[in-house]
């Protein structure tokens, strides 16, 4: 069974940076996709970004695009996002994810069976 566990969460001002992990444990298949969906308030659930453990493939919301890095490190199974200039409209409760890479094509929570406790970001104008 996979296992993830989600921190660094918080709050912070817009323009400001935070760091999620995402620490992942109970793979038992290859080319799996591990990543981050967001729910806001009164809002559906959307897919922010993920990264393919078989290359290293990243795939990101047009919404984050070049302001979130995904990253990954191996030795420690651990998925990092590196969230810069944020903005309010970012906050939300951030979700790490993970399921055979193909079943993150069509960015649609329902198809993923792994899931994390969830993280707070709070962005404040």
């Known amino acids: 069974e996979v296992h993830l566990v989600e921190s660094g969460g918080g709050l912070v001002q817009a323009g400001g940076s935070l760091r999620l992990s995402c620490a992942a444990s109970?793979?038992?298949?290859?080319?799996?996709?591990i990543g981050w969906f967001r729910q806001a308030p009164g809002k559906e659930r959307e897919g922010v970004s993920c990264?393919?453990?078989?290359?290293?493939?990243?795939y990101y919301a047009d919404s984050v695009k070049g302001r979130f890095t995904i990253s990954s490190d191996n030795a420690k199974n651990t998925v990092y996002l590196q969230m810069n200039s944020l903005k309010p409209e970012d906050t939300a409760v951030y979700y790490c994810?993970?399921?055979?890479?193909?079943?993150?094509?069509?960015?649609?929570?329902?198809?993923?069976?792994?899931w994390g406790q969830g993280t707070l970001v709070t962005v404040s104008s």
């Open positions: 109970g793979f038992t298949f290859d080319d799996y996709g």
């Open positions: 990264i393919s453990s078989s290359d290293g493939s990243t």
């Open positions: 994810a993970a399921d055979h890479m193909v079943r993150w094509y069509a960015w649609n929570p329902n198809a993923l069976g792994a």
